[in-house]
C-alpha cells in the first residue's frame, strides 16, 4: 500500500496564487462599494433601490456583503444539450469545451480568396463543420447573417442557419431582450417546452457589459429575461487594456471582475439560482494600430488568469482561445491561434470560445474552423497528462524486451500507440513522400479538407415541421419591425 | 518667443506647460493665427509623423492630441474664422442602436489634435440628433461611428437627413467601423471613409485641400 500519493491525471498550469486572486477579489469589491457602476434600465434600477445598494440616479454601489452573499447562489453545474437528444456540454469545474464565436461581419470567400459580407449561407456552412469535427464541443455563429431581411431580427434568422446546420449545443448573441425571448421561445421548441428546456437547456445566452463599468439597456433586459426564465447566460466583459481598462492585466481583471460581480448581484436581486457564467475577453488596445487584439499573448495571459478567479469563486468560466489577428490563414494565424488555445485549455476554462477567428474579431474562415480542429487535438493530447500506473510505466516489458530489443511488435504497443495523437493534417511525411503527394502546404491541406467535409458531410435534417414552426416565430418578429 | 518651442512641447505631450507658452504668446502680441500654424501644427504633424514612422505609439499621441486641444481652447475664440489652418468644428457620434464608443473616441480626439473644435455627442445618437446638433453647431465636418452591420445603414439615413434639410453641402462627412468599408460609404453617399483613426486625418486633409 503507497500512501499519500498525488497522481497528476493531467497537466496544471496555474497563473495566479490564492493570495493574487484573493487581492484581486479585494480591490474589485473596493470598486463596486467606492466608484460603482452605471446602469440604464428601470427595474434593475428598482431592484437596486430596493436592496442594501446606494443608487444616484443611474449610478449604483454595492456593498461588499451583497456580493458575498449573492455569490453563494451561483450554479456549479450547467448541462446542455443539443438537438440531437444528446446531453454533451457538460459545464462544471475544470471540464474543457471548446466552441466558435459568433457574429463576424466579413468572410473570407474561398473561391475568390478575397473578403466580402459574411451571409446566412456561410452560417449554415460554418454550422456544418462545427457539427461534423469532433473537438466543437458547442457553436457560436462565426459569421452573421448579413443577408437577413431586417437587421433588427437578424438574430431569430442567425438561429436558424445555425440550427439547419449544427446539432450541438449553443451559445447565442440577440439584438435585444425582445430577441431573447424570441430566441428562447425557438429553444423551448426545438426541446419539446418550457420544462424540457429548462432541464436540457439547448443555449446559453451571450450578454456583455460595456466596459468600463457601464450596463446598457439592452443588456440588462437580456439579463433579467436569463434570470426570469433560469436560462444560463453569460455576462462577459470585453475590456481592452490601455483603452477601456487600465493597462495593466491587474488592474483590467480588477475592474472585469467588477463588471461581473455587478451582473452576479443583479441576477441575484432578481431570481437567486439564475445560471450565470462568468466571462471576459481580456485583451489590450495595440498602441501601434489601435485594435483590439485577438493575438496578443497577453490575451492568454489574461485569460488563463481570469480562469484561475473564476475557480476560486466556484463561477464557471467562459474564455477565449483559437483567434488571430492575422488577415489570412498564416503562419501568425497559425502561432496566434495555438498559443492562446493551448494556454486557455491548461487553464481548464468551461468554455473557450472564439475558435477560428480572424482579424481581430472581424473577419470570419470555414478553414480556420478545420485548422482549429488540428490544434484542439494537439492540445487535448499534451493536456491529458501522464499515466503512471504499472501497465504504463511497463516495467515488466522493458524487462521482456531487454537491451537491444524492439518494441514495434509487441502487444503492449499494440495497445497503447492508439492513446497517442492521430494526426489528420500535420504532415510527417518523409521528404520524398511528401514530394510525392504534391509537395502539399498545410494550408493546402486544410482546404482540401474544408472542401471535402462541405462536399461530404450531411448534419441530421431538421424535422420539417418544427422548422416550419422556427419560422413562424422568425416571420412574426419581421412584421412587427417591418 | 521662438515657436518652435512650442512645437516641441506639443511634441513631448506636457499640456500645462504648452497652454502656459500658448497664453504667453499672445500676450507678448504674437498673431494667434502664427502661433497655430508656426507652433502647434508643425508639431503635430511631427507627432503624426513619428506615428507613422514607428517611432510614437498611441499613448504618446493622444497625450499630444489632448495638450494641442487644451491649448486650442484658448486660442480658438482668438483666431479669425478665415485664418488658415482654422480647422473648424466637428460632430462625431456613434449612430443609433449602436455602443461602441472607444473607435468613435479615438478618432475624435486626432481630429482634436489636428486643431478642430470636436464636439462627441457620444453612443446611440438618434438620426435626428446628428442632424440637429449639425445645425446648432454649424460644423464643416462630420464623424459618424458603427461597429455593428445591423446599424450602419443609420449612417446612410443621418446623409438623407441632411439632404432632406437641405445642410448636406455645409458639411463633410466621414464615416468609420470595423464593418464599414469604402464601398460601403461611397454607396451611402458619405464623402470619406477612413479605416483607422490615424488615417482619418490625413484622409480629410487631403481630400478638402483638393476640393478648395
Ligand atoms: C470591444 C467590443 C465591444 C464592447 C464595446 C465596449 C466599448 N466601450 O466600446 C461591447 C462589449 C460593449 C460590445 C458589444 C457588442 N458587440 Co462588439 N465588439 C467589440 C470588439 C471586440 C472591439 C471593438 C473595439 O473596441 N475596437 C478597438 C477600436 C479602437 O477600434 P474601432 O472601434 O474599430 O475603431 C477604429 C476604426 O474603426 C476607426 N473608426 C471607428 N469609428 C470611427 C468614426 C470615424 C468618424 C472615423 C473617421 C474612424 C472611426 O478608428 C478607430 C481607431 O482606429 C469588436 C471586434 C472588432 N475588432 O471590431 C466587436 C464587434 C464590433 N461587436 C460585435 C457584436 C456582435 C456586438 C454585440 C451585438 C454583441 C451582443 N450580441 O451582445 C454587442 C452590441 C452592443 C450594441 N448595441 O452596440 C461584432 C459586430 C458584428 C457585426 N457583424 O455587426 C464585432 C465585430 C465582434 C464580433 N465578430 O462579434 N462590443
Known sequence: MKMNQTINKSTKFRVLSDDQIEQIFYAALEVLERTGGMIYHEEALELFRDSHA???GNHVRVPPYMIEEALNFYPRKITLRGRNNVRSLHIQKDTVTFGTGSDLPFTHDRKTGERRRTTYQDVTNAAKLVDALSHY????????VGDAPNPQTYDRHQFMA??????????LTSVDGEGLEDLWKMGCLVQGGEEEFRLNPLFVAYIEPIS????DKTAVEKLLFAAKK?????????PSSGATAPATIAGMLVQSLAETLMAVVLCHLKSPGTPLIMGGVTTLLDMKYSTYSYGAPELSLASAANTDISKWLNLLMFSTGGCTDSKILDEQAAAEQMMNLFYSYLSGANLIHDVGYMDHGTNASLESLVMNEEMMGMVKAFGKGINTDDDHLALELIEKIGPAGEYVTSGHTFDHWKEWFMPKLQDRSDYETWKQNGSKTMLDRVKERTQH???TYEPEPLDEKLKKELKEIASAADARHS | MDLSNISETLIAGKADELRKMVEEGVKENINPADILNQGLLPGMDAVGKKWKAGDMFMPEVLRSAKAMSISMDFLRPLLKDDDVGNAGTMIIGTVAGDLHDIGKDLAAMMFEGAGYNVINIGIDQSNENFVDAVK???CNLLGMSALLTTTMPRMGEVINSLKEAGIRDQVTVI???APVTEEFAREIGADLYAPNAGSAVDITREYLQNKN
Request: proline share 9%.
Open chain 1, 230 to 238: 433560469k436560462l444560463p447566460a453569460m455576462y462577459t466583459p470585453c
Open chain 1, 212 to 215: 468600463p463599468l457601464k450596463n
Open chain 1, 162 to 171: 445555425m440550427l439547419e446546420g449544427c446539432t450541438k449545443p449553443m451559445v
Open chain 1, 54 to 56: 446606494v443608487v444616484k
Open chain 1, 137 to 144: 464541443d458547442f457553436f457560436m455563429s462565426h459569421g452573421i
Open chain 2, 175 to 177: 464615416i468609420g467601423g
Open chain 2, 136 to 138: 446648432e453647431h454649424k
Open chain 1, 453 to 455: 467535409l462541405l462536399d
